[in-house]
């Protein structure tokens, strides 16, 4: 793929780097046979070059990229570019640690010295290959160079095994030194294959890495197209480290997408096949059809069992998500999503309902997922206070009280749930008027109060935080919880209100590690705590066996106005 005349402005300093990168490999070979520490002091010399060097391509990037959309194959070939320098520099990093680490103020000589230098000089002709490749066919190269990183590792651990076994003829110092030298050896060799990926990046997007090469060439293949011709643009950035990227054809627009790729750990794969299923089942229309799933990566026609990745090939969905309705202030688009979103739980959950009773064990939940928001806000979590007569207990104690009286807040039957039921996983389809599930690998039977707490936080912690569409999105979540409580009615659920308490306590809690405005996120916990005190004080002892909970719990009213004003 030949680059762009304006892209071509960075290749003169990748083009630079890689000549000092083969200049630091050759004093990497020089020390394996000499041992001279003299050579430290060369190396280290030449590391204000590389430095300046990586700040030219630095400012040339952010020229290239002002004023730049993302999600274009100019950005693409600009940032792998980008991804390129850095890669390069990291490897005169680690040849400069190979002589920090094996240099001794005592001479010596490595005992693997020689098997040392044939390896870095391995590393030099892969080098090679890339200087050669850099400007007309970055994917084939960094397949190539791929490979040849599997190789080289193969060569390092049996070099490694020769030095141990010479461990009898050194000193404990020398041996320590060779063991590390090797270990940044290990490090050299392994981040081409970080060198490998820039250039794979560098031609089909960020999302494309070494491992899922072959899964989006299977993709490609399922819609009877040669990767060549396809753009793969990255829609999002899931927590989980899963990649989502929209296919497209490069003579059009990037507008029509002809599907959405999306890969991950091989386990949630499945879930999410299973998941999508099981609502297909319910209605075929609800969440999109799986079009091909692959299994683990294949590195040079070996299966990468160490890297269980897999991946999806999904029908792209039309619309917008509710998030994205929510965020833009639209009060039309938001009011039809909503409407849609409740009819069709509505059916689902009449479709879906067993008379299987089931406990969300929301402060276990919480309890569980605690630990990353105290991390992110320890100054929310203070032990038991007294202030003048009234103590003021501790997050945990609250939590433990609520969960000895939760066990009797049972919901009387269960409903096939989405289990990450938030803003970003619900698309509206306004031509069709239809809402649609996606990222469905925790669906369960279960509470749906569950799926409803989780909708109405991922509601109120959306980072706009006053205005207009500040109360629009209150009165959404409100909505939500309106329509819960029709349900809840409907079909006689006593403890609607209690358990949906707790599991906005659970939600609001856990979700202020992912919110790192202060503000935002104290509101979020002071509504958890303030929940779990109404919670803690309601009394178990008068205890309904008939309804198999307390007549507090029956009657417990959650306080919306309380927790939904700004």
Request: one cysteine or more; glycine letters at 4%.
């Amino acid at each position: 793929m030949a680059s762009t005349p304006v892209v071509s402005s960075l290749q003169e300093h990748v083009s630079f780097l890689l000549h000092e990168v083969e200049t630091h490999c050759h004093l990497v070979e020089l020390f394996f046979t000499s041992s001279s520490t003299a050579l430290l002091s060369s190396i280290r010399g030449r590391r204000g070059y590389v430095q300046a060097l990586r700040e030219k391509a630095d400012i040339e990037t952010a020229r290239l990229l002002e004023r730049r959309k993302t999600n274009t194959t100019f950005h693409a070939q600009v940032s792998g570019m980008h991804a390129l320098v850095i890669a390069l520099e990291m490897l005169t990093k680690y040849c400069f640690d190979c002589i920090r680490e094996g240099t001794l103020d005592e001479p010596y000589k490595h005992p693997t010295g020689q098997e040392c230098r044939k390896l870095v000089k391995r590393i030099r002709r892969a080098l090679r290959l890339v200087k050669v490749g850099v400007s007309d066919n970055r994917r084939r190269t960094g397949i190539k160079l791929g490979r040849r990183t599997h190789k080289l590792l193969s060569s390092y651990n049996e070099l490694q095994a020769l030095t141990l076994r010479a461990k009898f003829d050194l000193s404990d110092d020398q041996l320590r030194a060779a063991i590390l030298s090797n270990v940044s050896l290990k490090r050299l060799i392994e981040q081409l294959g970080v060198v490998a990926e820039a250039l794979i990046k560098a031609d089909l997007g960020q999302v494309a890495t070494l491992q899922n090469y072959p899964h989006l060439l299977d993709s490609a293949t399922n819609l009877n197209y040669d990767l060549r011709d396809l753009k793969v643009r990255r829609l999002a950035l899931t927590r989980s480290g899963s990649a989502i990227a929209a296919i497209t054809h490069k003579d059009e627009s990037g507008n029509d997408v002809l599907a959405v790729y999306k890969e991950g750990d091989r386990s949630k794969i499945e879930e999410e096949v299973a998941g999508v299923n099981q609502w297909r089942d319910i209605d075929p229309r609800l969440a999109p059809s799986v079009l091909c799933q692959t299994g683990t990566s294949q590195i040079n026609g070996k299966s990468d069992d160490s890297n269980e990745q897999s991946s999806l090939l999904i029908e792209h969905i039309p619309g917008k998500t509710l998030e994205a309705l929510l965020l833009a202030g639209d009060q039309g688009g938001t009011q039809a999503a909503l409407k849609a979103l409740f009819k069709t739980l509505n059916q689902t959950w009449k479709v879906s309902l067993t008379p299987e009773s089931c406990s969300a064990n929301f402060m276990g939940q919480l309890q569980k997922r605690i630990g990353d928001s105290r991390k992110v806000h320890p100054e929310f979590f203070k032990d038991e206070e007294r202030i003048c007569g009234y103590t003021s207990l501790s997050f945990d104690e609250l939590v433990r009280r609520v969960a000895i009286q939760e066990a009797q807040w049972r919901a009387p039957f269960s409903v096939l749930t989405h289990g990450d039921f938030n803003v970003d996983n619900l698309i509206y389809d306004d031509a069709e008027k239809r809402v649609y599930f996606i990222d469905l690998h925790r669906a369960s039977y279960f509470d749906y109060v569950q799926d409803l707490s989780v909708l109405m936080v991922s509601i109120y912690r959306l980072q706009v935080l006053s205005g207009e569409t500040r109360t629009q999105m209150m009165e959404s979540a409100k909505e939500v919880y309106r329509f819960g409580r029709r349900f809840a009615a409907r079909q006689q659920d006593v403890t609607f209100e209690v358990r949906l308490a707790a599991g906005l306590a659970r939600s609001f809690a856990t979700s202020t590690r992912f919110i790192f405005d202060k503000k935002l996120a104290s509101r979020m916990h002071l509504r958890a705590r303030y929940l779990l005190e109404r919670l803690a004080k309601l009394s178990p002892e008068q205890y309904s066996p008939e309804e198999n909970t307390s007549e507090q719990a029956q009657t417990f009213t959650l306080p919306l106005k309380e927790l939904y004003v700004e």
